[in-house]
């Protein structure tokens, strides 16, 4: 099964808007990490996280570490049409030997 | 740009052929992983290596096999591919240390087995 539940699978924006983006999992993570894909291309590091609590910003995009280490955000504000694409959260848990699980994506796609 | 290439970039292929794909990286990484790609699965590890002639099986490693006898190349090979490994596959290599490691991906392998 899947082990980490990301949300929403996609989403319609307008250009502009801010977009919240969520990854949750029933086990403890000790990091987290969010990547974009465009078609065609691998998935590219964005925002990197190894602390509970922590926030952390690239450009206009901010990520969280959740509180309970069960859960990450990354928010995009005033989303642009090259923020479209797919959003990947991928973090490292004990539970899954240390290794990097991933969630399914988030599909962005932006009216213009 | 972690400097990594994956070749060929696209195959398509014959049910029950044999089939290598390869990732190259040039930044001398200890740790290299093959990922599939599949629509509503994310990334899944199929095999990874933490140094030369050193591998492990991931979660999907069923039909796949790799080989590692230099730091720069990470083989994987598919012994008779089926249509279920149709798929889209990516290198990674491990970057940062300790707690703050992270993963770089190469630019991906679609694969099509007729």
């Known amino acids: 099964g899947q082990q980490l539940n990301q949300s929403p699978q996609s989403m319609f924006i307008q250009e502009g808007e801010d977009v919240s983006m969520n990854c949750t999992s029933s086990s403890i993570f000790n990091t987290w990490l969010w990547y974009k894909q465009d078609p065609g291309e691998g998935p590219v590091l964005l925002i990197a996280?190894?602390?509970?609590?922590e926030l952390t910003s690239n450009g206009r995009l901010t990520a969280q570490f959740g509180i309970t280490r069960k859960d990450s955000f990354l928010n995009i504000s005033a989303s642009i049409p090259s923020d479209v694409g797919i959003y990947f959260c991928a973090g490292r848990s004990m539970e899954y030997g240390n290794k990097l699980v991933f969630g399914a994506g988030t599909i962005l796609r932006v009216k213009s | 740009d972690a400097g990594i290439t994956q070749s060929p970039r696209h195959k398509v292929t014959e049910t029950g052929t044999p089939v290598t794909l390869r990732c190259h990286q040039t930044e001398n990484h200890r740790y290299m992983y093959w990922y599939r790609q599949d629509p509503g699965h994310g990334l899944r590890l199929i095999h990874y290596?933490?140094?030369?002639?050193?591998?492990d099986k991931g979660e999907v490693s069923d039909g796949y096999s790799v080989s590692r006898s230099k730091t720069e190349d990470f083989l994987l090979t598919l012994e008779s591919a089926t249509s279920s490994q149709t798929s889209v596959y990516f290198c990674?290599?491990?970057?940062?240390?300790?707690?703050?490691?992270?993963?770089?991906f190469g630019p991906g392998t679609r694969l099509t087995v007729l």
């Open positions: 996280l190894y602390k509970a609590g």
């Open positions: 990674a290599i491990r970057g940062g240390g300790g707690e703050y490691d992270t993963q770089y």
């Open positions: 290596s933490y140094g030369v002639k050193d591998t």
